[in-house]
Structure formats: structure tokens, C-alpha cells
């Protein structure tokens, strides 16, 4: 949700600021600006749209300069325009600021600030930000802005510059990620790792109202007193290659093809036929395991729906209750959490503003806290009591898949060994979902390699206007995902329906030639599910089944069957997903979408 980038170094600043953003437009796409400060003076260039109408309109007398600071926009106070991209300026001098996160009392900010001769052109929160360090500016821009963040309610990660201070680059992080790169004589900050590894792997990893100042000399980090706080420096272990395509015609290609290594990675450590399972980072005692009276998994979007399946898992498997919510959701109705429950918090980016409030509300009242993401060092991952890595590396693509997965997948690990704590697994089940996980990443393959048919099947859809997902038990979850995929990237409307529940209101919708998407991945659920296919194929349904490739099926009531390698069932819709995320993407495809940039989305969501 925006990425802010900034460069301090003896290099030409604009170089590094473009790429940087190049990294970080998941983030945001409806604008992108720079400033570079030369000879005293801040220049900036910004530009409603891609980041590609900032590169073509950079004039290159107007942004050279060794200092700089960079942005790119996802819109929240008004609407994508020059006006309204950061960088933005005091009215009354050129302290200038780029800013990721929402400033809740700008409106009361704005008016105090008019009242002292401020003027304002845009509709942005953002606005009052360089204005009100303008306000505190006494020559010290690092105190002016630790005064005026003093003022700000609400999340910021800012990159301050003024031609007053030409060789000082001011940064801080309050509720958005913000980290410090530190280069051979070129000091970065970044929102993200992706703008930066290609110049180093050394970066501070900041807390909230930790302050950078960066000079000639390096990074110093401050706290708001000006006391210096001496920092680990954190090393950056992943692969430059997870920033790139490799070949691929979009990112979210290149990570549903992934998934088969990112699923091994995963299991790796933790999973074989012969030992225990391993939870080294999240080990627990039977008495440990005893005290928890319930599960709450908490997490927003795609993650929500991985602890979907995570929770038909632990019930099944641990039979512990478990309660899946929506973070925004949970963290304003009085949750019944205490402190004997255990809070499970997903997420890809590790820092999604709402699961990370809730997890810090959870904590305050004494819950246990997890965090299962794949991003070392997010605030998610420092704030939770423990926290499990899935193996999957950073995923660029805002459509998550292989983050989807691998947490799905260490859901289903942790199932099994609160299971085995409890003593309620049984040899051969045991043995059996061992087979079956161990073959997951092999069967996902399978599914890989009939791409092309998957991309022919999804001709079917790409004129649709809506798609309903059908299945039972955790095929219902699966649909949860399968349809938000189709949803975010083609702009299809699709509703997930439990298969039963489809004739309490919604059948009213299917019509001839209504599409629908059935899941036979559960066979004790197969006949159920066979009738209600039957029930919308009686209503003029075009139906495309996902269904083992073994299974004998009365084709009459298909219009196109996708076969999948049959596992054992509570584990099957890990492989099915994979089918269902190339529908989505062909489908995506064929309607000519910009997949790896839909419209109005972002990939970090670091605001409520
Ligand atoms: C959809 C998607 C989002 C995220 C959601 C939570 O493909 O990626 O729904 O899952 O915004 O984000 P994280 O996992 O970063 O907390």
C-alpha cells in the first residue's frame, strides 16, 4: 500500500529511486514521483499513472542530485492525479516528504495549519505532513520532524528532504515498514526488501518511532530524545531472482509454478515417513497444548482463507475448536479471546495493518500468539510470540498463490502435530497423511504441466459476468480462494457456495448458461455434491468439474471436466488449487487484464 524508496549516496539519485519503485509497484500503481534535491534546490517530477509516465517525463536536468526520495501510490485520500502523487511540499518551503500509511486527524491538522498561513492543493492526509515539519523547522530537520510526528494520529512511513539541509535524508516508521539499506558510501530506505536487493543485503530493520537520519557518515538511528540506538545489522539470505520474472510473461506465472519447490521447501524441515514432526519454532508441551481452549486464526483475504483450511484441518485432525475471522472484522467485536486461547496470525506480507492490530490486542489480554508468514523480519513476525516461516520467499504478485499454499500447508503440519500431542492420531492415519504431503509437491506438478488445457477451459469464462464456485467440507473452503483468485484478477463476480446451501436463496440466480465451477475432491461428500451439480445443471448450468482422474462420473452433467491426481482427501485441495489458479489466470489472460497489477489493488495493505 504505497511504497516510499529514498537514495543518499554519490551516485545520481533518480537511478536507484526508478528502479526501487520498479520493485515496489505491487505496492501501488495510480501514481509515482520522485525528488531529488541538487544544488540546494528539492526538484520534483511526479505523474498520475504507471511508473513507466514518471521514467518517460523525467528530465533529466530537472532530477539529477545524489539525494533523493521516491513513491509510488495507492490512493486513499483523493483520487490518482499529479496533484494528489507524493512527493509533497510545504506550502512555505521546500521541506518535502513522501509518506506510506493514513494520517487519521489530518482534517483537524489541515485547519490548525491554515490558521498559521499554510496553504493546501491536494486532497491527500499527506499534505499536512511537510507542512507541519515546516512548522517546527527551527534548522534541525531530524527535531522538526520527530515534533511533528509527534502531532500525526494514525500509521507513516516517511522519507523527508529539504535544499536547507542538502546532505540529510530523514526517515521514520510508525505502524508501516520502512527498512534502511546500507550500501558502499549509498545509504537506501526502502518499504520493502525487493527495492533494494540488488544493491545490498545489509539493511536495519526498523521499529516504530525509530528515527534515520542519513548523512555522508552513514545511517544513524535515533530515538525521538536524539539518544542513538545501536541496531543489528539483518542479512538478507533470499534470492535476487524472486524480484525479477525469470522468463515468465507475469510474476503470479512465475509463482503458480513455484508452488511444487516453495510446498518441498516447506515441508522440508519439518516433515519425513520416520521422525517426529518438527516444531522447534513453535514447540508445545502436552500440558501446553492442554491449556488452549481454543483457536483463533485471524487474517485478512487470501490468508483469511488459508486459515479456513487450516481450521478444517486442527478440528478434524486435533478436534480443538477453532474460530477463523476477518481481521477488521475481529478486532472491533469484543472477541471472546483469553488468555488460554492461541491467536494465529497469516500473512504474506507480515504486515498488514489489521492483523497486526489484532495481534497486538491479543496479546494485551494474554493470548498466545503465532505468526505464520513468509517474510523474515516483518512486524507481524517480530511482534508475535512465535512465529513459523513457510519456505515460499517473497511473492511479488499482488494475487497470492504460493504464499496460499505453503501457509496452507503448515496448517495442516500443525493439525498434525497438535494431533499427536493429544494423542489422538492413530498409525495409519498418521502414515497416511505423511504419503500424502510428501506427494503434494509432485502431484502440483501434474497440474502444471496440463496448463494448456486449463488455458482452454478457461475460454469458457472469459465472457462471463459471473462464475459460482460449488463445493462441500474442504472443498468449500477451497472455493472461498478459488473464487476470490477470479474476482481479483479478471474482474469476474464470483460467489463461493457451499453446494447445499446454494438452494437456500442463490440457486435463483443460475440461468442457462450460468457457469459453474464444482469441486469433487472430497469423496464422502461426492454424492452430495454430484446432486447439487445435478441441481444446477436442471436449471441450464454449464458446469466445469474438478475431479480426480480416476473418478467415474456420468459426463452428461459436465460441460468440461478437469482432471487432478487423487491424494488423500483432507489433502487433495491443496493440488486442486493449483488447477483453479490457472483458470483464473487464463482466464485473466484472455480478457487481456494486467495481472500483476489489478485495478485498485495493492499488495501490502498497511492501512485499516
Ligand atoms: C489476494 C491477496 C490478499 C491478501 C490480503 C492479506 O490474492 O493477496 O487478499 O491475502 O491482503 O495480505 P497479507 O497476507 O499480506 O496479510
Redesign the pocket.
Known amino acids: 500500500m504505497c511504497g516510499i524508496v529514498g537514495y543518499f549516496g554519490d551516485k545520481t539519485a533518480k537511478n536507484f529511486l526508478v528502479d526501487g519503485l520498479s520493485k515496489l509497484e505491487y505496492r501501488g500503481y495510480d501514481s509515482a514521483g520522485i525528488a531529488v534535491v541538487n544544488e540546494g534546490k528539492v526538484n520534483i517530477v511526479k505523474h498520475k499513472g504507471r511508473l513507466a509516465n514518471l521514467t518517460e517525463n523525467l528530465d533529466g536536468n530537472k532530477a539529477e542530485g545524489t539525494v533523493g526520495i521516491g513513491h509510488t501510490r495507492w490512493a486513499t485520500h483523493g483520487e490518482p492525479s499529479d496533484i494528489n502523487s507524493h512527493p509533497h511540499q510545504s506550502s512555505k518551503g521546500d521541506i518535502t516528504v513522501v509518506h506510506n500509511g493514513i494520517i487519521e486527524n489530518y482534517l483537524e491538522l489541515r485547519q490548525w495549519l491554515k490558521g498559521q498561513g499554510y496553504e493546501f492543493i491536494s486532497q491527500t492526509d499527506t499534505e499536512v505532513i511537510p507542512n507541519l515539519i515546516h512548522y517546527y523547522y527551527k534548522g534541525d530537520l531530524f527535531q522538526a520532524v520527530v515534533k511533528a510526528t509527534e502531532r500525526l494520529e494514525g500509521s507513516y512511513a516517511l522519507g523527508v528532504i529539504s535544499g536547507q539541509e542538502p546532505d540529510k535524508l530523514v526517515a521514520v516508521r510508525k505502524d508501516s515498514p520502512l527498512i534502511v539499506g546500507l550500501g558502499q558510501g549509498e545509504t537506501f530506505i526502502a518499504s520493502d526488501i525487493p527495492a533494494i536487493i540488488s544493491y545490498t543485503r545489509d539493511i536495519y530493520l526498523l521499529e516504530d518511532r525509530e528515527f534515520v537520519v542519513i548523512t555522508k557518515d552513514g545511517a544513524k538511528i535515533l530515538s525521538g530524545d536524539g539518544t542513538e540506538i545501536k541496531k543489528d545489522v539483518f542479512k538478507v539470505t533470499w534470492n535476487e531472482d524472486a524480484a525479477e520474472k525469470g522468463g515468465y510473461d507475469s510474476f503470479m506465472l512465475k509463482e503458480i509454478n513455484e508452488q511444487p519447490k516453495a510446498i518441498k521447501d516447506t515441508l522440508a524441515s519439518r516433515l519425513s515417513m520416520n521422525n517426529d514432526i518438527n516444531f522447534e519454532d513453535f514447540k508445545l508441551s502436552k500440558e501446553d497444548l492442554d491449556k488452549i481452549d481454543r483457536i483463533f486464526i485471524v487474517?485478512?483475504?487470501?490468508?483469511y482463507n488459508a486459515g479456513l483450511m487450516g481450521s478444517v484441518a486442527i478440528e478434524k485432525l486435533a478436534k480443538i475448536p477453532v474460530v477463523v475471522d476477518i481481521a477488521s472484522e475481529f478486532r472491533y467485536k469484543d472477541p471472546l479471546v483469553t488468555n488460554k486461547s492461541l491467536v494465529i496470525t497469516?500473512?504474506?506480507?507480515?504486515?498488514?495493518a489489521d492483523?497486526l492490530a489484532v495481534l497486538r490486542d491479543c496479546k494485551k489480554v494474554g493470548a498466545r500468539t503465532l505468526a505464520i508468514t513468509n517474510v523474515v523480519g516483518s512486524s507481524i513476525s517480530r511482534e508475535a510470540d512465535n512465529v513459523i516461516y513457510t519456505m515460499a520467499g517473497p511473492e511479488i504478485a499482488?494475487?497470492?498463490t504460493k504464499?496460499y499454499t505453503t501457509q496452507v500447508v503448515v496448517m495442516y503440519l500443525m493439525a498434525m502435530y497438535f494431533s499427536e500431542l493429544r494423542g489422538l492420531m492413530t498409525k495409519e492415519l498418521d502414515k497416511e497423511l505423511r504419503e500424502a504431503l510428501l506427494l503434494v509437491p509432485e502431484k502440483v506438478q501434474i497440474i502444471l504441466d496440463k496448463a494448456n488445457e486449463i488455458e482452454e477451459t478457461a475460454n469458457l469464462l472469459a465472457n462471463e459476468k459471473d462464475v459460482f464456485y460449488l463445493g462441500r467440507g474442504a472443498d468449500y473452503a477451497l472455493c472461498i480462494e478459488a473464487s476470490?483468485?477470479l474476482k481479483?484478477i479478471s474482474y469476474i463476480h464470483s460467489e463461493a457456495y457451499a453446494g447445499g446451501e446454494l438452494k437456500h436463496g442463490t440457486i435463483a440466480l443460475i440461468e442457462k448458461g450460468t457457469k459453474v465451477i464444482a469441486l469433487l475432491t472430497q469423496r464422502s461428500l461426492r454424492e452430495k455434491m454430484i446432486s447439487n451439480i445435478v441441481e444446477v445443471k436442471a436449471r441450464g448450468a454449464e458446469v466445469i468439474g474438478i475431479a480426480y482422474e480416476n473418478d467415474v462420473l456420468d459426463e452428461s452433467i459436465f460441460d468440461k471436466v478437469i482432471r487432478i491426481p487423487e491424494l488423500y482427501n483432507l489433502v487433495s485441495p491443496i493440488v486442486a488449487i493449483i488447477a483453479l489458479q490457472l483458470l483464473a489466470y487464463y482466464t485473466a489472460k484472455n480478457k487481456g487484464c494486467d495481472i500483476d497489477k489489478p485495478r485498485n489493488l495493492a499488495?501490502?495493505?498497511t492501512v485499516e
Do not use: F, I
Open positions: 487474517a485478512c483475504g487470501t490468508a497469516l500473512s504474506q506480507s507480515g504486515e498488514t492483523t499482488v494475487a497470492s504464499a476470490l483468485k481479483e499488495k501490502s495493505v
